[in-house]
């Protein structure tokens, strides 16, 4: 049985993009009889850029209930916030660092891309790999899905692994990264890439008057109403067409082509598709948002599973490390 682990930064509600890019794909693998899956709340990698509590169990508690609400099977799987189990992480992450060379960490792009404005720069976010190494380690996971702009950590932890089995013995399992090559770049309301911090996202758990007003945002050109517009140059064509079937994709684009057919109309179809697709997951999201305790026996129920196997991964590296 492949064990595959996920984590997730406590960052704020998921978007459309998040689901759509992350969280489905993610779900659909821990689905699979063969597989075991870890997902985890990287709520300690947060800190290195959220300093409110209050706004951390915020967008904790909404991204648990998110990947709840999109199907995530939290008793068959693992579903734990990595800072109820921090002695366990960050002790790994310790004797890890003790293994890493300086350079490495230099190198890495969380770093080099604030590297130009080191005042910015906290020991937090330098030693982020090693964190996430930890993270992934711990509970020797076999594969991790990434992204192409998370391979090289994916790559660093596997080093770090190599760099500690060569010189306490073959403890610590070495990761692959899982890359889907398939999966999609969701653009935001804007064209650009859909993102919390472009503030260009789309939130599908809002209520109906809000989720319209941000579809109405969605930027469009100055083609009149009458005039045949191009689809394929459409931000709000591209949205339909990462939720919708190939006969609704097809008349839409129709619409276009023939004129007559504005872009309101476009935002407005696009609005009912997601307020229809996501019925459920709205429901469910809220549920849970409104039900804190429900959530909590959730959390808690996965972090009591996923401690036993950090039990042992941490007896076992001590052991090797002459701590037992």
């Given at each position: ?60 508690r909404a991204v ?171 931000i709000t064509f ?87």
């Amino acid at each position: 049985m492949a064990r595959i682990l996920t984590g997730i930064q406590a960052s704020g509600r998921p978007h459309l993009g998040n689901i759509l890019g992350a969280i489905l794909p993610a779900v659909k693998l821990s689905q699979k009889p063969d597989n075991q899956s870890f997902l985890f709340i990287a709520d300690l990698h947060s800190m290195t850029t959220i300093k409110d509590a209050k706004l951390m169990q915020e967008n904790t508690r909404a991204v648990a209930a998110a990947w709840l609400a999109c199907g995530f099977d939290a008793d068959k799987n693992y579903f734990y916030r990595q800072s109820r189990l921090a002695g366990f992480h960050t002790e790994l992450m310790w004797y890890l660092c003790c293994q890493t060379p300086f350079p490495m960490l230099s190198n890495a792009l969380s770093f080099k891309d604030k590297s130009d404005r080191l005042s910015d720069v906290n020991a937090g976010l330098f030693t982020y790999p090693v964190l996430q190494a930890a993270d992934i380690l711990m509970y020797q996971a076999n594969f991790v899905p990434v992204g192409k702009d998370q391979k090289q950590h994916l790559e660093m932890s596997k080093d770090m692994a190599a760099s500690f089995n060569r010189t306490y013995g073959e403890v610590l399992t070495l990761p692959e990264p899982l890359i889907d090559e398939s999966v999609m770049v969701i653009p935001g309301t804007d064209g650009t890439k859909m993102s919390k911090s472009y503030n260009n996202y789309i939130d599908v758990f809002l209520d109906e008057k809000p989720l319209l007003k941000s579809i109405k945002s969605i930027v469009s050109d100055s083609t009149p109403l009458e005039a045949p517009k191009n689809p394929d140059t459409d931000i709000t064509f591209k949205l339909f067409s990462l939720v919708a079937n190939q006969n609704e994709i097809g008349e839409l684009r129709q619409n276009y082509l023939r004129g007559g057919f504005g872009y309101g109309h476009a935002k407005q179809l696009l609005f009912e598709k997601l307020w229809t697709k996501f019925e459920k997951e709205r429901d469910i999201f809220n549920y849970y948002m409104k039900n804190e305790a429900a959530l909590e026996e959730k959390l808690q129920e996965g972090e009591a599973k996923a401690k036993d196997i950090a039990e042992q991964t941490m007896k076992e590296v001590r052991k090797v490390l002459g701590f037992a």
